[in-house]
């Protein structure tokens, strides 16, 4: 009898757990419905600047600036994006690997000197324990995305960069895809891509105030700030995406679990009475 | 054929703030106010901290900017703001509080260059939102 109520007692302790895992996943949905949403509003604003930045770069030279310059290979600075918080599948494992690997490939091919801003909990233990310097570490920061934080985060590397601190720059974040995919990317921050100049418009008028120096150099950099915001923003809706998915898989899971020991717990209890009706049989017998 | 409306568009990295037809529009441009009529000239300039107002029926909107560009082509107006608040949205208290918190840091002797830009930015953007708040509801 004891055997059938331990086994009750462990699917009633499963059914708690599936309970929990079932609320982390319509909690997640739901937050991530809110960051993809804060993806979309970004949008226009980063659309809108990449066609300025065009129409400007045909009118300004942009290849003088600072920040597209191109200095060195030596000392590079990675952002890893991660998350504050676990339980959500490989998420977090995925771009720590993805850094590390970065930084072992990039090692390989010569002299590399490396440094991180780390945001997200996760990250930055992870690199904690290994032999890469944390030059800052963001915790607590991707609750609630704000630009504020990409631009302070912006300026510190731009500032180094145009100390000749820093050689080049590169984003590590996972790419929201969809709710069932999120990719690990590393994307160059700096020195910038150079930018298309945007065709046929050279011939308009077009008044600058200040000159166009002045405004491409604001722009340059503000640009830098929004790729920053909006790896942030894609990896907060990633990582909801990606909890989604793994507490889906582990009420499913534990769904499984509680059928196999209701199963297990019946074939013991049947087990049970079989033997005692032939315990109260074969004892008739006997008197008999 | 010169157009009898602009369609003002004003976004924040955060969001859409809005996306209207409006008569006109002024802007604080970063070398001073600058008005804006249907028709204008293409020009792209910096905003300074200050009062964005448009004029929609009759009617005047205001509300507070900062930092950013803006953006004329013909018969369109994109601005690009950092931060933006239409005059309802504003709330004073936090404002003032803003304000009261930076002027403490201005008097101290010992503040890093860094903070003092930083608090007379605050102090300046409290009190525009002050007025934008007062011109746009009064």
């Known amino acids: ?288 | 054929m010169i157009p009898d409306k602009i369609e003002l568009e004003i976004v924040t990295p955060e969001r859409k703030v809005l996306s209207e037809m409006v008569d006109s529009v002024v802007i604080p441009g970063s070398q001073g106010y600058l008005g804006v009529l249907p028709g204008h000239t293409p020009l792209l300039t910096g905003l300074m901290i200050g009062e964005l107002s448009y004029i929609q029926g009759g009617k005047e909107h205001v509300l507070a900017v900062s930092q950013g560009y803006a953006e004329v082509l013909r018969g369109k107006v994109s601005v690009l703001a950092e931060r933006c608040e239409k005059a309802e949205e504003i709330d004073v208290e936090r404002a003032e509080n803003a304000k009261k918190r930076a002027e403490e840091v201005l008097k101290r002797k010992d503040v890093p260059m860094d903070d003092f830009r930083r608090a007379e930015l605050s102090i300046q953007r409290a009190i525009t939102r002050m007025q934008a708040r007062k011109h746009g509801l009064g």
């Open chain 1, 1 to 288: 009898m004891s055997k059938t109520r331990d086994i009750k007692r462990r699917i009633r302790s499963v059914s708690n757990t599936m309970q929990l895992t079932k609320a982390m996943k319509m909690v997640s949905a739901a937050k991530m419905r809110r960051a993809t949403d804060s993806i979309v509003a970004a949008r226009p604003f980063a659309h809108n600047m990449r066609d300025v930045l065009r129409s400007l770069a045909a009118r300004a030279d942009a290849e003088t600036h600072p920040l597209l310059q191109v200095t060195g290979t030596e000392k590079v600075e990675l952002l890893v994006v991660t998350g504050d918080k676990g339980l959500c599948g490989s998420f977090n494992t995925n771009i720590n690997k993805t850094a590390h690997n970065f930084i072992k490939s990039e090692q390989a091919k010569g002299e590399r000197v490396f440094d991180l801003h780390a945001v997200g909990k996760r990250g930055v233990e992870y690199f904690r324990r290994r032999d890469v310097t944390i030059h800052k570490a963001w915790i607590d920061v991707l609750r609630q995305v704000e630009f504020a934080t990409a631009k302070e985060i912006a300026s510190d590397m731009m500032e180094r960069y145009v100390t000749g601190e820093l050689d080049a720059i590169y984003l590590v974040y996972n790419e929201f895809k969809s709710a069932i995919s999120q990719h690990p990317v590393v994307e160059r921050l700096l020195p910038i891509e150079p930018i298309e100049p945007a065709e046929g418009e050279t011939t308009e008028d077009y008044i600058y105030e200040p000159g166009p120096e002045a405004l491409l150099n604001t722009l340059l950099r503000r640009h830098v700030e929004v790729q920053v915001h909006t790896a942030l923003l894609e990896s907060v809706a990633a990582e909801h995406a990606a909890r989604m998915t793994a507490m889906d898989s582990a009420s499913r899971n534990a769904g499984d679990l509680i059928d196999r020991l209701t199963l297990h717990m019946n074939r013991v209890r049947q087990a049970a009475i079989t033997t005692e009706i032939i315990e109260v049989v074969s004892g008739a017998q006997a008197l008999g």
